[in-house]
């Protein structure tokens, strides 16, 4: 099977600070008829070439392909070059190097409302919209009362876009570039406009459009998302493709190596956040999450093992508390063996790890820190070691519900499972 887009080689160059000059063709024959000359004095005068001197490169030496009905994930940090991707995609703007095959009609929402003229009406616009990319006038009326219905304007159709509030613009542009069938469909961060009701539409339709064997590229900071929706992603850094494959493969080497630094492991010997009664019985701290690798990064809903060493004094019966806090420092859950007993008849250790393993960490996205309470069956009533901020982790998002969709941050720190049961009067 051929692929519906083909990409090689791929390359952007911009100018730093200004616009490059326009030249007319007369310029641009004498320039290269005179360029050999140039570039000969410049080599007989020890000059380098400065080919890349005031420029920036968004993308480099990109390639890829694209199969029909493939919904494909792009990810990476701010100024990967995921935006420019699309632009070229989008035949918005052309590459410096390289070229693409596309094979089909390209829909693109690459910000708020692109394409739109703030004059001309929601009908006009839509009317437009499908103009431009090519559909007959009967297409656009069939497909009319589906947009303005999913877009949730029926009031203000008739209304010029310039008045429409911003969530009424993202709806309109999304509802044109998924219904009016383009065999190509490319969206850039849609879903971080707009609310948890519109979101969900969004999600839904674009699986709907995949199952339809269209072929979507899909560009958002979302993980969730990405893995909800796409069969395949890759991860652009540089400007440059990093990697390609599965969407849970790619997010987990995104996390690992553009977010955090941390390896999952620091010495307590010295930890400024001992509390000064405490005895240095605690010399390390490791964790563990559901891989078995020593790491600081983790799922939702990922197990967590969080295994101490230490070395008292004396022999004694371990106990081992850890708490769990928001980045602000509000404390989230707390486990300790104390309550549970667990170890309470064990043998008596001078020195060795102690570990706590936690099934399943309830939590949502975000940075972690932790607070370690050692001590000793022995002595119930007290501490030996305290350790606050010993240690920190981040739990990166994933589809922990299966539907692209994850809690609002305003709905706290912990991520619950439930049921629901509805009957009727």
Known sequence: MRPIIKVENLGKRYRIGEREPYRTIRDSITRAVSAPWRGLRGILAGDAPARDAGHVWALSDVS??????????????????????????????????????????????????????????????????????????????????????FAEIDQFVDTPVKRYSSGMYVRLAFAVAAHLDPEILLIDEVLAVGD????????????????????????????????????????????????????????????????????????????????????????????????????????????????????????????????????????????????????FNGPQLSAGTISCDIASLPLMPGRYSVDLFFGDFGDITRDLDVILDATSFEVYPTDAYGTGLLPPATDGPILWQASWTAQGA
Not at 211 to 216: A, D, L, M
Request: glycine fraction near 12%.
């Open 196 to 343: 948890v009701a519109f979101q969900k539409k969004c999600l839904g339709k674009m699986s709907d459009v995949a199952r339809e064997g269209r072929t979507v590229i899909f560009v958002s900071h979302n993980m969730a998302s990405i893995e909800s929706l796409c069969g395949s992603c890759l991860m652009l850094r540089g400007g440059r493709l990093e990697s390609y494959g599965p969407p849970e493969k790619i997010i987990g080497e995104y996390i690992a190596n553009e977010l955090s630094e941390d390896s999952g492991q620091r010495s307590l010997v010295g930890h400024p956040g001992r509390s000064g009664s405490s005895l240095q019985i605690m010399t390390l701290v490791r964790l563990f999450p559901k891989s078995g690798e020593l790491s600081a990064l983790m799922q939702i809903g990922s197990p967590l093992s969080v295994q101490v060493d230490f070395a008292a004094p004396r022999a004694i019966r371990p106990i081992l508390g850890v708490r769990v806090k928001t980045a602000q420092g509000a404390p989230v859950f707390g486990v300790n063996n104390r309550w549970t007993h667990a170890g």
């Open 64 to 149: 890829f392909d694209v199969m029909p009905g493939e919904v494909l994930g792009v990810i990476g940090r701010n100024g990967a070059g995921k935006s420019t991707l699309l632009k070229v995609l989008s035949r918005i703007t052309e590459p410096t190097t390289g070229r693409i095959e596309l094979y089909g009609r390209v829909g693109s929402l690459l910000e708020v409302g692109t394409g739109f003229h703030p004059e001309l009406t929601g009908r006009e616009n839509i009317q437009l919209s499908g103009a431009i990319m090519g559909m007959r006038r009967a297409e656009i009326t069939r497909k009319f009362d589906q947009i303005v219905a």
